[in-house]
């Protein structure tokens, strides 16, 4: 599998989440043997909430690796659509109702 380092200056900003790991492996297993196979690329996504010590203002962080070969757009699209709901899950689990002060 792959991996993705998070990194960021614990003077400046602490860690409010786990990290949380999208593994399109796992995923793409979900719907059947024709899309594993097609969609089996060992790439994942790694998403976080961190905040600020000064301004107490929170920042979701999300890196991933996107399958590369141009020929497999639907991967990526795929892919893409993946860690776009991990955003939103880590999002609505950590930040919704938070004040923007």
Known sequence: SDG???AW?????EQ?????????NRLSACGGRQSQAMLNKDNLAVTLVLRCKRSHHCLCVCQTHIHWNPNLDAVKLWQTAACLNSIQFV???????????
């Open 91 to 101: 999002v609505d689990k950590h930040l919704k109702g938070q004040s923007h002060s």
């Open 9 to 13: 200056k614990q003077s400046k900003f």
């Open 4 to 6: 993705c380092l998070t």
């Open 16 to 24: 409010i989440s786990p990290l949380y790991v999208t593994d399109y």
